[in-house]
């Protein structure tokens, strides 16, 4: 069963908070993923995609980059 977590994003600008999914890879799509991985998370707002660590409830947020492009 997957599961989803209670996140805000860290992106500068955005704010949205919510439930989401995580994924195994950058922009991936949800998994169910064991406590103690690494995990990507996508905002719906601003698109945006930040690693996290899922570490139970609540989860980590790792420092969000932003990449020029």
Known sequence: MLTSYL????????????????????????????????AWLQCPRCERAWEVRLDGAPVMNLPAIEHGG
């Open 7 to 38: 996140v805000a994003c860290p992106h500068e600008n955005c704010g949205w908070t919510g439930s989401l999914f995580p994924a195994l890879v950058q922009a991936g799509a949800g998994a169910e993923i064991p406590s103690g991985r690494w």
